[in-house]
């Protein structure tokens, strides 16, 4: 099974022409959870960099969308029902 990805666009450094970058869910998920940078590439001038403020924000956007599509691809009753178990909900 493929590795889930997050699809985003990027703006090159050098052109300012905008492409469509793919990075795996986790990488993107792991790196904006511990601050650790995000490489990103442009295929037009292959070129790596890392992502700045503004675009580690514009894919936190993409991703956080994502989620909630997944979301509502599934049932929703269930993710209800699983969401608030707490730690004290077996003591109450
Ligand atoms: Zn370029």
């Given at each position: 099974m493929p590795e889930p990805t997050l699809k985003f666009s990027l703006t090159c450094p050098d052109c300012a022409l905008e492409s469509v970058s793919e990075l795996p869910i986790a990488l993107i998920a792991n790196a904006l959870l511990i601050g650790k940078t995000l490489r990103l590439h442009s295929p037009c001038h292959d070129r790596y960099w890392t992502a700045t403020f503004a675009e580690r924000e514009q894919i936190r956007k993409s991703l956080a969308a994502l989620k909630m599509d997944a979301h509502a691809n599934r049932t929703p009753r269930l993710a209800a029902h699983t969401a608030?178990?707490?730690?004290?909900s077996a003591v109450a």
């Amino acid at each position: 099974m493929p590795e889930p990805t997050l699809k985003f666009s990027l703006t090159c450094p050098d052109c300012a022409l905008e492409s469509v970058s793919e990075l795996p869910i986790a990488l993107i998920a792991n790196a904006l959870l511990i601050g650790k940078t995000l490489r990103l590439h442009s295929p037009c001038h292959d070129r790596y960099w890392t992502a700045t403020f503004a675009e580690r924000e514009q894919i936190r956007k993409s991703l956080a969308a994502l989620k909630m599509d997944a979301h509502a691809n599934r049932t929703p009753r269930l993710a209800a029902h699983t969401a608030p178990a707490g730690k004290h909900s077996a003591v109450a």
